[in-house]
């Protein structure tokens, strides 16, 4: 079975109850943009910004996610070797750092790490004790995620040596890769009929870049990510969702439940586990900071850190594809919400906005 996004003319096309088609731009074999059909001009995004509230029935990834806008007019920064600060010796664990969603932006990536001082110029770990985690979704949108898995992977080592740390977390994206490669163009049931990864990875940013490069090294390190994690009181999650409720009632079983279940390799149940990873705003507007105590509640924390769902999004400043606003939202930082219970990290990176790197605990 072809496991890549394939080559000829004819475009297969699996029945859901939005009948979705894979796009034609994957037939291209030079670089291509998600969101830019043939011809030029802009894909029409195929749901609203207003995302539904976070349940079961209200959202399926057989829709094409968040849109990706053109990054062409915005304005890239080189950070300055010299002005990045060099990492002070400290006794005991060093100071904590998250990074939220990069989506295959890593000239982005490596940039916000070098500005944090986390790696040198060179991209090389230079941050000794310091203790970095990447909250998921590495590929997909942007042009190289197999090169930020290479990145991570490579600085997990290189922390390691230096006495610190760098971890990372499974995300919706992952899960989505993961059933691209393994199960392809088998049928699933996806709740609105029937679908497939394939064509789900496809219209949620696919790159037929990666896919080439994916190895087995890659599936080896996503499929053993965990799904949550404490550190220093703060519970890092890839998504805003209270779905983690349904996989145990602690961390460890957690993190056991979603392995075991990629383990067992079941085409059904790893499409309801990414399903469900893929949920998201359970902690804005009436009832937000009760989902986020009753998380906190069961697993620990007195905050929770996620990425997922773009900040722009959270605060409904993000405007129609057709704005004639080409820069983009506006993101300087993390956002915090839920009566200052939650911190969202995804910036918007794949919309123009940015890729954050933060250090913990963040100031109210």
Known sequence: MTQGAGQGPEVVRTATLRDFRVPAYVHETGPYAQNTPPGGGTRPAEESPAYPADSTEAYTPTLRDLPVINRGDTLQVAVDPAAVAAPQPIDGPGPLYVVGDVHGYLDQL???????????????????????????????????????????????AEAAAAGGYCKALMGNHELLLLGAKRFGDTPVNSGAGTATFQAAWLLNGGQKTDMDRLQDHHLQWMARLDAMELVDDHLLVHSDTTAYLDYGDSIEAVNDTVRETLTRNDADECWDLFRKFTKRFAFRDDGGAEAVRELLGTYGGTRIVHGHSPIPYLLGEVGSEDSEDSAGPVVEGPHLYADGLAIAMDGGVTMAGKLLVQQLPLDS
């Open 110 to 156: 490596v940039a916000a790490l070098q500005e944090q001082g986390l790696v040198d110029a060179a991209g090389n770990w230079s941050a000794g004790t310091a203790r970095l985690w990447f909250l998921g979704d590495f590929t997909d949108r942007g042009p190289d995620g197999i090169g930020v898995i290479d990145l991570v992977m490579r600085l997990s």
